[in-house]
């Protein structure tokens, strides 16, 4: 594995996907999907785009971009979210986005967080569908690379059945290449982000409104994905013939990375047989090793792994290990060795069933 240190932007070219890849995404969440957890995916579904978490436009301009920016070769399908709302900044910012490599910018427009809403950018852009078709106007006329949104369905008081389609309607006339829809409001005053995730009800039945709407849109669905099952379901077309592009799946993916096994075949169709999750630990290997040798810390790598193995007998293990052993001073890859070797011949664990 190379390219670890920083910038890819020269095996960007000739890779960029199109929207197909937005079939399945795993979705951009803070502290969960770094560059760390988006390898860990990708050795798991080949064919998923891989979301990072949301950059602010003044980080990418003024901050650590190689911090903030750097991804491996190896995340591609790759898609840098970037939260702000002044156009020139967001065009400046995309610019830069392009120039590390990836393959898509995505706007959000749906975390409901009182930082970012002080900022004005994040859900409370939903009210101002003309300000966010500026933006998408400005990064389009910036980049090469296509650039796309990611919104609720509406916010606070608001009837979504008016504010969706009026918001959805200006950033197609602005050019946006694609949509991603949580399909639930955002309630800015009350609830945390972690409560926004979860008290608003879903309405899936507005994304299929969305898509009947302009059905040349790419138009991905997100929100209360639990499994394959549900997710085939929703890609499945409706009765009149509707159907969707893409799901994205967030924290079923992160908590029960499992999922992603299966994703290349039963989502894309590939002739592959599903990933061995044994094998993708001892894939992560070469990738763990040069993170230690640059300085980093194993728990850095090993916290996105932990589910894993959620449901077969040695999970608990399997975390104990990772858990505790990761974080003690010096932890290399014998403590990752260690916890797929407890997996393999799982101990008895209480409650949990025999190996078979
Ligand atoms: C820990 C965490 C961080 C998140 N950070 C972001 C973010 O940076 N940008 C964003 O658009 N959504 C963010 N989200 C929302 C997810 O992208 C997704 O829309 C939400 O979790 C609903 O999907 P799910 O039910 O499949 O998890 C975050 C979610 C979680 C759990």
Redesign the pocket.
């Given at each position: 594995m190379s390219g670890t240190g920083g910038r890819s932007n020269e095996t960007a070219v000739g890779k960029r996907p199109a929207a197909a890849a937005l079939r399945f995404s795993v979705?951009?969440?803070?502290?969960?999907t770094d560059r760390h957890c988006r390898v860990f995916h990708r050795l798991l579904t080949g064919r998923a785009a891989l979301?990072t978490?949301?950059v602010t436009a003044p980080a990418i301009i003024h901050g650590p971009r190689d911090r903030l920016l750097g991804f491996s070769a190896v995340e591609h399908p790759v898609v840098c979210?970037i939260g702000g709302s002044d156009p020139d900044q967001l065009a400046e910012a995309a610019r830069i986005v392009e120039g590390f490599g990836y393959d898509r910018i995505d706007l959000?427009c749906?975390?409901p967080s009182d930082r970012v809403q002080s900022g004005r950018f994040g859900a409370c852009l939903m009210a101002e569908p003309d300000l966010v078709a500026e933006c998408v106007a400005a990064m389009r006329g910036a980049v090469t690379i296509p650039v796309s949104v990611?919104c609720r369905i509406g916010i606070d008081d608001a009837d979504s059945r008016v504010m969706l389609p009026a918001f959805v309607a200006k950033i197609v006339a602005a050019g946006v290449d694609s949509l991603t829809v949580?399909a639930r409001k955002a309630w800015l005053e009350g609830l945390s982000?972690?409560e926004n995730?979860s008290v608003p009800p879903l309405d899936h039945a507005i994304v299929f409104d969305v898509k009947r709407a302009h059905p040349a849109l790419h138009v991905a669905i997100?929100?209360?994905?639990r499994n394959l099952d549900e997710a085939e379901a929703l890609l499945a077309p409706r009765e009149d013939g509707t159907t969707l592009d893409g799901v994205?799946?967030?924290?079923?993916?992160?908590e029960t990375p499992e999922i992603l096994a299966a994703v290349d075949r039963r989502i894309f169709g590939a002739a592959t047989p599903d990933t061995d999750p044994f094998a993708v630990v001892e894939a992560m290997e070469p990738y763990v090793a040069e993170v230690l040798a640059g300085g980093g810390k194993l728990s850095h790598l090993t916290r996105h792994m932990l589910g894993l193995f959620a449901g077969r007998p040695g999970a608990r293990t399997w975390r104990r290990i990772l858990t505790v052993g990761a974080i003690a001073p010096g932890a290399g890859l014998e403590v990752l060795r260690e916890a797929l070797a407890a997996v393999r011949r799982p101990p008895r664990e209480a409650g949990a069933a025999p190996a078979a």
């Open positions: 979705a951009p969440m803070m502290d969960w979301f978490e949301m979210q959000n749906g975390c990611k949580h982000p972690k995730r997100n929100g209360g994905i994205m799946l967030g924290r079923a993916a992160y």
